[in-house]
Nanobody, 118 residues
Framework: QVQLVESGGGLVQPGGSLSLACAASGIANNTYSMGWYRQAPGKQRELVATITTSSNTNYADYVKGRFTISRDNVKNTVFLRMSSLKPEDTAVYYC????????????WGQGTQVTVSS
């Protein structure tokens, strides 16, 4: 059974930092591109950052320079380091894993709440 389990969410003040982790089980996540997405109340889920199997990264413009995605293939874990957090970063953050060859497989975590507020 494949599971992506996020951890590390919580309440942080504006300008603060927070780190999220996503532990994968049931898959060899070094064969999956991994990503973080977020969904704020009343809004659609949106891309935050992705990292390929060769650790190439991609960031949404609204987090570029503030967030860093990384992966540890030995621990089967992907991380999101968030700094200079803003109230508009408040959302449920979801971990995603995608493999496209030889077939497409895609998995989502259950999400972790990040709230940026004073």
């Amino acid at each position: 059974q494949v599971q992506l389990v996020e951890s590390g969410g919580g309440l942080v003040q504006p300008g603060g930092s927070l780190s999220l982790a996503c532990a994968a089980s049931g898959i060899a996540n070094n064969t999956y591109s991994m990503g973080w997405y977020r969904q704020a109340p009343g809004k659609q889920r949106e891309l935050v950052a992705t990292i390929t199997t060769s650790s190439n990264t991609n960031y949404a413009d609204y987090v570029k320079g503030r967030f860093t995605i990384s992966r540890d293939n030995v621990k089967n874990t992907v991380f999101l380091r968030m700094s200079s957090l803003k109230p508009e970063d408040t959302a449920v953050y979801y971990c995603n894993g995608v493999k496209t060859w030889p077939r497409r497989f895609e998995y989502w975590g259950q999400g972790t709440q990040v709230t940026v507020s004073s």
